[in-house]
Every structure is written in structure tokens, then in C-alpha cells.
């Protein structure tokens, strides 16, 4: 029997927040000293990142309620959280045969004594401390980048073209699973303002400051 140190119950997560986790996971795999070949039956980093692109694409295309669309979703969604907890599994036997549990931490699945015990995991992460807004490839676009958070968050981008301190005036643009963001049809010659914030399974942080740009 294969010891449970990694938490692979993914039920409690957003389909946002399951998207990052499989995104996160196929980072740290990528560059991890140890797990570096996989099995035909393990998913490696770039098969993660493919299950997390066409969750995105389901997800999208599930918004509208459509019954079909939904019930693909879902079951794509329970065979995505096997292949995932198939992978945990892997990585926890060759931890196991080396007796080195150490190597689970930074696989990008969640530790169970970490998330038993930690308050990092339990608290809402901090609002980013560095956002920078740019000129995107074409006319009316921008590229917004944030600093990476300190565990894995996705980011919530909110856009303005009056008055920042009026809450009223700023409306979601995205939930994004990356720090570098991209925003189109933006008028040209004229002043928006933007701010983002993380969400963790901990919780939802506070906005960053906001920041003004004049698209081109």
C-alpha cells in the first residue's frame, strides 16, 4: 500500500484553482532534480500542462450552461483529478524506495503534515507588490505582469477608466492562471487604470495599488 503524504483529493478546488495546481505541479516537476522520467501510465509536466489547457478550454466553453458542454467538463474533470493523483502516487513510491520524503515538497502537490499544520496554507496570500503595465503586440492592447506569488495563486486583473478610489468603476477583466497577462480592445489615447489580487485555496487577498497607463 502506497503511504498518503501527498494530498490528492482535488474535489475541494475551483476549476481555476485545479487548472493552476496542474499547471504548478508540471512547473516544479519540470525542473526537479529527482523526477525526471515518467511511465507510460505517469503524467509528466507536459501532459499536465495539456490536461490544464483543454480543462481551460471546456471551462470556457461550459459557461453558457449548456447541458453537453457541462457533462464534458465534468467528466473530463474526474478523469483529470485520476491522471493527477496517478502522477502524486508515482512520485511518492520513488520518494518512498530512495527514503527521502523530502522530495514531495517541492513537487508542487500539497505535503498533508504541511497543510495540516502550516498557517501559510490556511491564510490569504498578500496583494502583489509590483505591477507594471506595457504597450501589448497591437493597437489598444496592454501586457500586465505581476510579481509570482509566494505559493501557487491565480490572479484576478480588474480594469478602470475613471476615477480609481470609485470601487464602482472597476470591473473584472480575467482570472488568469499566469503573472503575464495580456488585455485587447482597449481604446487608444486614453488613460485605464488596473489592479489584481491572488486567490489561493487560503483565501482572496487585497488589491495591489493601482496603476495608470495611457494605451497607444
Known amino acids: 500500500?502506497?503511504?498518503?503524504?501527498?494530498l490528492l483529493n482535488f474535489s475541494d478546488l475551483s476549476t481555476a484553482e485545479f487548472i493552476f495546481k496542474l499547471i504548478n505541479v508540471a512547473d516544479k516537476l519540470e525542473v526537479h532534480p529527482v523526477f525526471t522520467a515518467y511511465p507510460e501510465h505517469v503524467a509528466g509536466p507536459d501532459r499536465l500542462r495539456q490536461i490544464a489547457e483543454q480543462m481551460k478550454k471546456l471551462e470556457d466553453a461550459a459557461a453558457n450552461r449548456d447541458l453537453v458542454k457541462v457533462a464534458e467538463k465534468k467528466a473530463f474533470r474526474a478523469e483529470s483529478e485520476q491522471t493527477a493523483a496517478i502522477t502524486g502516487l508515482h512520485l511518492t513510491?520513488?520518494?518512498?524506495?530512495?527514503?527521502?520524503?523530502?522530495?514531495?515538497?517541492?513537487t508542487g502537490f500539497d505535503v498533508k503534515q504541511h497543510r495540516t499544520y502550516s498557517k501559510s496554507q490556511t491564510s490569504e496570500p498578500p496583494p502583489p507588490s509590483k505591477l507594471t503595465v506595457k504597450n501589448g503586440p497591437v493597437s489598444g492592447s496592454v501586457i500586465v505582469t505581476v510579481n509570482r506569488a509566494e505559493r501557487a495563486a491565480t490572479v484576478e486583473?480588474?480594469?478602470?477608466?475613471?476615477?480609481?478610489?470609485?470601487?464602482?468603476?472597476?470591473?473584472?477583466?480575467?482570472?488568469?492562471f499566469k503573472c503575464h497577462m495580456e488585455v485587447r480592445n482597449l481604446e487608444s489615447v486614453k488613460r485605464y487604470y488596473f489592479r489584481a489580487r491572488y486567490k489561493t485555496t487560503g483565501g482572496t487577498g487585497k488589491w495591489s495599488l493601482p496603476v495608470s497607463f495611457v494605451v497607444v
Not at 500500500?1 to 501527498?6: A, G, I, S
Not at 513510491?93 to 517541492?106: E, F, G, I, R, W
Not at 476615477?163 to 472597476?170: L, T
Request: charged share 25%.
Open 93 to 106: 513510491m520513488v520518494a518512498v524506495y530512495k527514503k527521502d520524503l523530502s522530495l514531495l515538497n517541492t
Open 157 to 176: 486583473l480588474q480594469i478602470a477608466d475613471r476615477d480609481p478610489s470609485d470601487e464602482s468603476g472597476w470591473s473584472t477583466v480575467d482570472t488568469f
Open 1 to 6: 500500500m502506497v503511504p498518503d503524504y501527498l
